[in-house]
């Protein structure tokens, strides 16, 4: 008898074959979707396009806290003297004037001014001047002492200005520098020289390595790539340092008040007390002055707060 042959094994299905007749079998069976469903990554980021109530509440609440602040402030120096103390201050002011202002324009406000746009463009060049090669030399220098100088550098944002304003007023004295504006100049850019660093150098750590090795393969001195490197690729933290740092200089009161005595080298925070008297306080006077004092700097804040925002987000680096 003939040996039974081996049977036959089932024939290869083509990939197109069976995925079409599973596909026809799927839509004969049941009422289906013909196109085919999203991605569970999209749908979830469908969900989280949705409006978030919380958050809306929380932004409006900050927002209340910030402008009522600002809007009483601006509404009371609008007021006059005998009306300032009195009704609710939320209130706009009923006869508005601006004698106030003229007060503050013809009291030596122009002086107090200049004096301070001095320090304030004192200490960001100090500060730009000192804090770039600094961070420079701490991200590209690659050893221990370099770190460890760079950690007790940043000792200083640990210190604050109280602690030393007795010592700082000895070695002030010693160098015969009271009552002048490097007084305030010098110990205002030590102060924002620790926190501008440590922003630099987070900056100067994006920065690819990659673009220092092909400058360094040109022939390329470590001073030519600080500054046709490195200074173009950190605006956004100079211009952070330069926001942080003239903010200090221009709201700075301690200094002014303990290195300085006279009338020549006052500035502007200490011109306040120009409305304060023994027997009261001019309230809308003192307002209008501080309003005035706040539109330069809020100018410059508004200019660069897209730089300053980017500066801040680099602190952390790499």
């Not at 009483?72 to 007021?79: G, I, P």
């Not at 220098?141 to 940043?154: E, I």
Request: net charge positive; hydrophobic share 50%.
């Amino acid at each position: 008898m003939p040996r039974p042959g081996p049977r036959p094994g089932p024939r290869p299905v083509k990939a197109g074959a069976g995925a079409g007749a599973g596909a026809g079998a799927g839509a004969g069976a049941g009422e289906q979707p013909t196109g085919p469903l999203p991605p569970p990554s999209r749908r979830r980021r469908h969900w989280t396009k949705r409006a978030n109530p919380l958050a809306g509440l929380g932004s409006v609440i900050w927002l209340a806290i910030v402008v009522i602040p600002l809007y009483a402030m601006l509404s009371a120096s609008l007021t006059s003297q005998d009306k300032a103390l009195t009704g609710n201050p939320l209130n706009p002011p009923t006869s508005p004037t601006l004698d106030n202002y003229n007060t503050v324009l013809h009291s030596g406000f122009g002086h107090l001014l200049s004096n301070t746009a001095i320090v304030a463009v004192a200490v960001v060049a100090i500060v730009l001047g000192l804090s770039v090669p600094l961070a420079y030399v701490a991200v590209r220098t690659r050893n221990r002492w370099s770190g460890l100088a760079f950690r007790l550098f940043l000792l200083g944002v640990a210190i604050p200005a109280q602690a030393v304003v007795i010592p700082l007023y000895l070695v002030i004295a010693k160098l015969d520098l009271y009552d002048s504006l490097l007084a305030v100049i010098l110990p205002t850019a030590a102060f924002a020289m620790p926190v501008s660093v440590l922003v630099l150098v987070g900056t100067l750590r994006d920065v690819s390595e990659e673009l220092y090795e092909a400058m360094a393969l040109d022939g390329a001195s470590p001073q030519r790539m600080l500054f046709q490197l490195t200074v173009p690729m950190a605006k956004g933290g100079i211009s952070t340092v330069v926001i942080y740092s003239a903010l200090q200089a221009w709201n700075g009161f301690l200094f002014p008040l303990i290195f300085t005595q006279s009338d020549e080298p006052r500035v502007l925070t200490l011109g306040l007390f120009n409305y304060v008297s023994q027997f009261g306080v001019n309230i809308p006077a003192l307002l209008a002055s501080v309003v005035l004092s706040g539109v330069p700097i809020f100018a410059v804040y508004l200019v660069a707060r897209r730089a300053l925002v980017g500066g801040l987000m680099g602190v952390g680096g790499k």
